[in-house]
Each structure stands twice: as C-alpha cells, then as structure tokens.
C-alpha cells in the first residue's frame, strides 16, 4: 500500500479520499452545507485550488502535445487552447474538488475520435508524469484515482472490443 493510501474496509483495495472524507464526516452536518463541507475538506487535505489545477493541466498538455501518439489527437480536436485548459480546470475542480462548475459530456466530447485502449493508458501515464511533478502525494493520489475510473469507462464505452 502507498504510504499516504487510506484504508480501505476490504483487504487488498485502498479507499478513496473522497469516500474516507465522506465518511469521516459527521451526520450532524447539515444536508445544505454537505458539499462545501466536503470540498473544503478535499482542498485540505489535497492542498488543490484552481491554480494548482491550473498548472496540472498546462504541464500535463504540454507533456501530451509532445507524445506521438496523443499529440495529433489533440492537436486534431482543439482549436484554442487558453479555452480548453480553462474547461478542463473547471472539469478537474468539479470530479476532484466536487466544484460543479463543469456542466458538459465527457463521453459525448470523446466520441468523435479515434481512440484505442492504448491512447489512454498513454494518457494515464502523462497525467501521472504531470501529478508526479505538480501536486502533492495525496492529491496526485487522490486525482490518479478518478483518472484511473474515468479512463476505464472512456476506453470501455469508446473503443470497441
């Protein structure tokens, strides 16, 4: 088990931070104020804003944009780029930060490409690179974790078998 990994109940799996923050966190609390309860939890615990998202996504782009075999996909799909890392702040705010500001279909905005099984564990291993020099353990852990669940249902609902 990693170091900074939280226990999981099951032997063999490690618990998500957010499912130990969630329950970690008392039933008094109010329903209305639950989320921002929960999100300022994530921020500390994590030591993630939107600047460091911010950084997070321009190094891990800059590491894709040079990959033979990501590069031309994204350079295919994205026209500005200032845009696009502003939508995918807002998309890491809101999986990893529970922001909310990022209203669109991830499925939806993939499906046009051609991607394989491959593209995304190259992704993954961008954004690890990325993680790894742009946030601290527990947040790369913490973001790793959700890359890792969204990259299994892209490349299992995109990719045909």
Do not use: K
């Not at 997070?56 to 031309?72: S, T």
């Not at 020099?133 to 890359?147: M, W, Y």
Request: proline content about 6%; overall charge negative; aromatic content about 8%.
């Amino acid at each position: 088990m990693h170091p900074n990994a939280i226990p999981a109940e099951s032997p063999g799996e490690e618990q998500s931070l957010f499912r130990h923050i969630l329950d970690q966190t008392p039933d008094s609390v109010d329903p209305a104020d639950r989320r921002a309860v929960l999100a300022r939890q994530l921020r500390d615990r994590t030591g993630l804003d939107d600047a460091a998202l911010d950084r997070l996504v321009r190094r891990f782009y800059g590491l894709a944009r040079l990959d033979p075999d990501l590069g031309p996909i994204f350079d295919a799909q994205i026209v500005d780029w200032e845009a696009h890392f502003a939508r995918m702040v807002d998309f890491w705010a809101s999986v990893g930060l529970l922001a909310g500001r990022y209203h669109r279909n991830a499925l939806a905005a993939h499906r046009a490409m051609e991607l394989r099984p491959e593209h995304f564990e190259r992704w993954l291993g961008l954004f690890d690179q990325a993680l790894q020099e742009q946030v601290s353990a527990p947040a790369r852990d913490h973001l790793l974790t959700i890359a890792r669940r969204i990259a299994a249902t892209l490349s299992s609902r995109l990719c045909p078998s």
